[in-house]
């Protein structure tokens, strides 16, 4: 339904309106592009749209100032790493009050027994450690579970994300066979050595695959969020937690996305039994953190691991992990936001922001769809899929460029790789219906309307 042509057009437009009005980001774009691989100091902050990066001044709460001076709508919030909005103050008289007074002595600090007993509180399972990072997180607890099953494969969602782990960049190809991820970089095996991959929503390959007996865990998010919003099927989770416990495989959830589901995640909200969880970037408020926890069970084998002589040559921790500044952040964001009152808030603005969109999908009588899952809204440009494959054909490139250069253009900043949008208690319903009348406009732009 799309004019390619028309589209090539109005991006262009979209792409002239922004460097025009972005002489400031592009001279500090030119000038990093000298010293920065990429002109980024990470990769990933080459996907914005336009021809270079916005660079930003100032962020607080739901909004952030770019250098020319324009503020901004925030529906990215970091890709969830500031979920709970920018600049809290909470953490930011925290983070002051342990760095005056030390920031890493590898040593446990006054808040670590509190963040512990808090993640508990939240998820329901009983034993937790920290990781700098959710990658650093998934990494720990897989060589856990090879090394309490005894297994040498892991199993992962296809089209999953579960950030840098070298064994979950994997996807089934054509042929139904285990190969890297598009886009992987210099993968250090066949990840068909290491990995099995089966889709979404599909239980019975889930049960044939793991029915082989190589499979150590199986590391899965409860609702995939990478590749759009895809929901399980009614009944789907609780045939995977029968399944996996059948063939002994080791569950675990990442739930570091789907925090957006309520303060205790989709294991919360869902009453799900895993047999560990990963909680990555939201818990810290802005500061690198992030956590795992294990059931009772799985912590009563691990003990005896943890207090071994070699535990610091076993792969897991680092020097910096488990720091007092990041703990001292974690209590702070954990005891002032992500809870009840916040998501009381946050998840009707995404209510109220899914119907915007899909009442502008039905008004065109377009192939679209826009899912939800707790404050995370995502329009995709297919009817809704039921696993990442799906998903992944429908993406568009050029669409998604046009619709987030057109939604910057005009103060609005969606989530890059995806067309996500993340509400924090600091948004407000206009902030929701500002975006749904530009979504609209750019849509009867396309259209020709």
């Known amino acids: 339904m799309i004019d390619r042509s028309r589209l090539a057009d109005l991006l262009a437009g979209e792409e002239r309106r922004f460097a025009d009005t972005h002489p400031r980001s592009a001279e500090l774009s030119a000038e990093a592009s000298r010293s920065l691989l990429g002109g980024v100091p990470m ?11 916005l660079f930003f001044e100032t962020a607080a709460g739901a909004r952030f100032t770019d250098v020319e001076g324009r503020e901004y709508v925030d529906l990215c919030l970091g890709d969830t790493g500031a979920m709970t909005g920018h600049a809290l103050p909470a953490v930011t008289e925290a983070v002051t009050a342990r760095a005056s007074t030390g920031i890493t002595t590898m040593l446990p600090s006054t808040d670590a027994a509190w963040v512990g007993t808090e993640l508990a509180r939240r998820f329901g399972l009983p034993q937790w450690q ?11 607890v897989l060589r856990f579970a090879r090394k309490l099953t005894g297994r040498p494969r892991i199993a992962v969602m296809d089209w999953c994300y579960h950030g840098t782990v070298d064994e979950t960049l994997a996807i089934l190809g054509d042929d139904g066979t285990v190969v890297s991820r598009p886009g992987a970089m210099g993968p250090p095996v066949d990840v068909a050595v290491t990995t099995a991959v089966v889709p979404f929503n599909d239980p019975d390959a889930l049960d044939r695959r793991l029915a082989q007996g190589d499979v150590a865990a199986l590391l899965m998010e409860p609702a995939l969020t990478n590749i759009g919003i895809v929901l399980p099927d009614e009944g789907y989770l609780a045939q995977v937690r029968e399944i996996t416990r059948r063939h002994g495989v080791l569950w675990v959830i990442d739930e570091t996305h789907t925090l957006c589901a309520g303060p205790g995640g989709c294991t919360a909200a869902w009453a799900l039994e895993p047999d560990f969880v990963v909680m990555g970037k939201p818990i810290g408020g802005g500061v690198p953190a992030a956590a795992y926890g294990a059931s009772a069970e799985v912590a009563e084998r691990l003990n005896v691991h943890m207090l071994g002589t070699e535990i610091d040559v076993a792969g897991v921790g680092g020097t910096l992990t488990g720091n007092a500044l990041a703990l001292a952040a974690v209590r702070a964001t954990l005891s002032t936001t992500l809870r009840e009152e916040d998501y009381a808030v946050a998840i009707p603005l995404a209510e109220r922001f899914t119907a915007g969109v899909a009442d502008v999908i039905a008004r065109h009588d377009l192939p679209w769809h826009v899912q939800r899952l707790g404050c995370r809204a995502e329009y995709w440009f297919c009817p809704p899929p039921r696993n990442g494959a799906d998903a992944a054909a ?12 057109w939604a910057l253009n005009r103060g609005i900043l969606l989530t890059p790789f995806h067309n996500m949008a993340l509400f924090s208690p600091h948004h407000t319903e206009a902030d929701v219906d500002l975006h749904t009348q530009v979504f609209g406009d750019a849509v009867q732009a396309l259209l020709g309307d």
């Open 43 to 53: 990769p990933w902050m080459t996907r914005w749209p336009g021809s270079f990066p």
């Open 130 to 140: 920290m990781a700098m990072t959710a990658t650093d997180a998934n990494r720990f």
């Open 394 to 405: 429908a993406v568009d490139e050029d669409l998604d460029a046009f619709m987030h250069l």
